[in-house]
């Protein structure tokens, strides 16, 4: 061991923490020494990653006091813990879309449809997905939400939005068919500009409140596409057309998909992902959208 110590010493390491260099001819020492260090560094990421939640926490915390954040709906002053920029009066007032609804795109109908009914857009389009969810409409605080989630980085409202959405599936779809629950990707280079996904912040919460399994990768973008907000409804069809690829066949043939995306506007992301999903075998994909 002391001789092990002393070759340590002698080592010089690259970043990961390998030794690379080093005067010792035993390779079996060598290894020993590398599965050493390998746990070392182990311990001290897992701690510092510990650490670090609990130092943001205190962070934000002390930030709120000698700067004081309000709710960005009502105005009153938050409690020190909050890192939401939303209170919880204001959050509860989120307005949950009531029957009836479109029975493929779930758009809200008026009472004239009776209590079910297809919209006139889904008369006449063919859609890959089977059925979609939208928990509420995109205005008011649903709207101010999911741009605080999105672009201001206040990922805890993603735990907070997901909840409604749990609520929404349990009441309108049969959770025992889910066999997985995915999200629709970003392109990588929308990631490396926001740093994250809000689909995947959503998805990832309602699979954990549904106990289900999560499959983040089950989908990849391979195509950078055009802002839809530019693009008319056909135009929006064409823009996405083969964007997405699903990754894996083998795990998703005869299985029931729940996909899940923040915003539904023209159906086109919801259509696209399904239509790759199934034809990698799925037998039904349902959406779940927060807003539309
Ligand atoms: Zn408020
Ligand atoms: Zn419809």
């Not at 020494?33 to 130092?55: P, R, T």
């Amino acid at each position: 061991m002391h001789r092990t110590k002393l070759l340590i010493k002698k080592s010089w390491f690259n970043s990961t923490g390998k030794v690379i260099n080093s005067d010792c001819d035993n390779n079996f020492r060598l290894t020993l020494i590398n599965y050493e260090i390998d746990a070392f560094y182990g311990i001290v990421i897992l701690y510092s990653k510990i650490k670090m939640n609990a130092f943001k926490k205190y962070y934000y915390c002390l930030l709120n006091i000698i700067y004081p954040a309000f709710c960005s709906v009502c105005k009153i002053k938050l409690d020190a813990f909050s890192n939401t920029n939303i209170c919880r009066k204001c959050l509860s007032n989120i307005i949950i879309n009531e029957p009836p609804f479109c029975l493929k795109c779930g758009l809200k109908l008026d009472l004239s449809y009776g209590a079910s009914g297809n919209c006139s857009f889904c008369s006449k389009e063919n859609f890959y997905f089977d059925k979609v969810l939208n928990v509420s409409q995109y205005s008011g605080i649903t709207k101010t939400c999911l741009h605080l989630l999105k672009y201001r980085q206040k990922k805890e409202l993603g735990i907070k939005l997901s909840g409604f959405m749990i609520d929404f599936i349990k009441k309108y779809l049969n959770i025992n068919t889910i066999d997985l629950i995915s999200s629709v990707p970003l392109h990588k280079s929308k990631i490396r500009e926001r740093g994250f996904n809000q689909a995947e912040i959503l998805a990832e919460h309602i699979a954990i409140g549904l106990k289900k399994k999560y499959d983040r990768g089950l989908l990849i973008r391979n195509k950078k596409t055009i802002t839809h907000f530019l693009l008319d409804q056909n135009a929006r069809f064409k823009n996405l057309a083969a964007a997405f690829k699903c990754r894996d066949t083998a795990c998703i043939k005869g299985k029931s998909v729940l996909l899940v995306d923040d915003i539904f506007t023209s159906g086109a992301t919801a259509n696209e992902c399904a239509k790759a999903i199934k034809q990698a075998g799925a037998l039904k994909v349902n959406v779940i959208t927060m807003a539309r």
